[in-house]
Nanobody, 132 residues
């Protein structure tokens, strides 16, 4: 079991930047595949970016070139650097973890990182609001 706690959300004007953090606690001896999702008002939860156990990254087309996902394993922290923000980025941002077992990795590989169902652990979310 791990616990995930996001921070760093807030309000920013269009064109601005924010860095989100996700602190991981609990069973940190295992390695995890991790991701950021977001959910805007009236929308389904949307995959934003993910980072695998070798630190290889993937991004949704909507954020590619503007957002950067990274991790500091020594600090047990996941980050999302968000630049050139636009009002369309307004959402609650969630970090997620999974892939700590062979079964979990199989689910990720079979269904894809963009499927919320494959992620075993979720944070409570942090609000990001971008004004025009």
């Amino acid at each position: 079991q791990v616990q995930l706690v996001e921070s760093g959300g807030g309000s920013v004007q269009a064109g601005g930047s924010l860095r989100l953090s996700c602190a991981v606690s609990g069973n940190t001896d295992r390695s995890y595949y991790m991701a950021w999702f977001r959910q805007g008002p009236g929308n389904e939860r949307e995959w934003v970016a993910s980072i695998d156990k070798t630190d290889s990254t993937m991004y949704a087309d909507s954020v590619k070139g503007r957002f950067t996902i990274s991790r500091d394993n020594a600090k047990h922290t996941l980050y999302l650097q968000m630049n050139s923000l636009s009002p369309e980025d307004t959402a609650v941002y969630y970090c997620a973890a999974g892939g700590e077992t062979a079964t979990s990795m199989t689910a990720i590989q079979a269904l894809g990182v963009a499927t919320p169902l494959v992620w075993n652990y979720w944070g409570q979310g942090t609000q990001v609001t971008v004004s025009s």
